[in-house]
């Protein structure tokens, strides 16, 4: 969400789309959502996040084939595998190391980096 409000233009607003996983995943997913708009998070105060977010986040379904879902699904799994301290897939096209050296590199410097493992217990 951080990242989301710093690329955004002053006229834009962004949306927050998940992949679905099963009832009690996407309620903690938008208990946590809501709960950012409410507190805000430790860059943006709750205030912007209303003023550039939907008020709710979009679940769409694995079956939908989302292109935008898939790319995230292959970037996001090597990251959490990688915190969860879970060993890598045999045969995942994509590593820890191959996502995080492409995070916010831009002309050799990082950028924005960091990561919040939601929702917070």
């Given at each position: ?43 943006v105060r709750s205030a912007e ?12 379904q694995k079956s939908d084939n ?56």
């Amino acid at each position: 969400m951080n990242r989301l409000i710093s690329d955004l233009s002053e006229n834009q607003k962004g949306r927050i789309v998940a992949e679905s996983r099963n009832s009690v995943l996407d309620n903690q997913l938008e208990i946590a959502y809501l709960t950012a708009r409410v507190e805000g998070t430790n860059k943006v105060r709750s205030a912007e996040l209303k003023l550039k977010l939907d008020s709710s986040i979009q679940f769409q379904q694995k079956s939908d084939n989302i292109a935008g879902l898939q790319i995230a699904d292959m970037v996001a799994s090597p990251i959490a595998r990688h915190y969860l301290n879970k060993p890598e897939r045999v045969g995942q096209q994509l590593s820890y190391d191959s996502v995080f050296s492409k995070v916010r590199n831009i002309n050799g410097r990082w950028e924005n980096i960091g990561i919040s493992i939601l929702p917070r217990k």
